[in-house]
């Protein structure tokens, strides 16, 4: 599995944590936004780590910089469903924006950004798959840290 797969792979598990929040039942949602959380956290974390600074070096123009500010946007809904999760019409609300531009942002990157990096050599990345697995699990933490998940209600 190259880069390019690893990062494909993600997209289809968040696609699929959508889903799993639709065919929840209510008491279980909560918990599925923390997954939700983490998956697209540690996406968006590897992509700008990783994977966008050497995206700038074969896509000229504005496209990367959007991509950048589309994840600042879901950051924001993210840390926001964090908050109402536990409010039930403010979750839903939170998960169906999230969710639009969840599937802008992945469609996008698979269309004009993935097919172009995939034309590079997998040594232009800097590291395998198995190597960005591993440094992975750091931005795994980071990001974990970064959610700082509270707790809920008593
Ligand atoms: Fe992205
Ligand atoms: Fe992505």
């Not at 598990?13 to 209510?26: K, M, Q, T």
């Not at 994977?51 to 840390?79: C, K, N, W």
């Not at 964090?82 to 996008?108: D, G, I, M, N, S």
Request: glycine share 2%; net charge negative.
């Amino acid at each position: 599995m190259d880069v390019i797969d690893l990062l494909i792979q993600q997209h289809r598990d968040v696609e699929a944590l959508f889903e799993a929040y639709r065919a929840a039942p209510d008491d279980e949602r909560p918990e599925l936004c923390v997954r939700l959380a983490e998956a697209l956290t540690l996406h968006s974390t590897i992509e700008e780590r990783w994977v966008y600074p050497l995206a700038r070096s074969v896509i000229h123009g504005p496209r990367i910089d959007f991509a950048v500010e589309e994840h600042g946007e879901m950051t924001q809904l993210i840390s926001e469903l964090l908050h109402v999760r536990w409010e039930q019409r403010r979750r839903e609300a939170t998960v169906r924006q999230l969710e639009a531009v969840a599937a802008h942002h992945l469609a996008e990157e698979e269309r004009d950004v993935y097919p172009r990096l995939r034309k590079m050599e997998a040594s232009a990345f800097g590291l395998s798959s198995t190597e960005l697995d591993r440094s992975a699990s750091d931005a795994r933490r980071e990001a974990l840290r970064q959610l700082a998940v509270s707790a809920p209600p008593p």
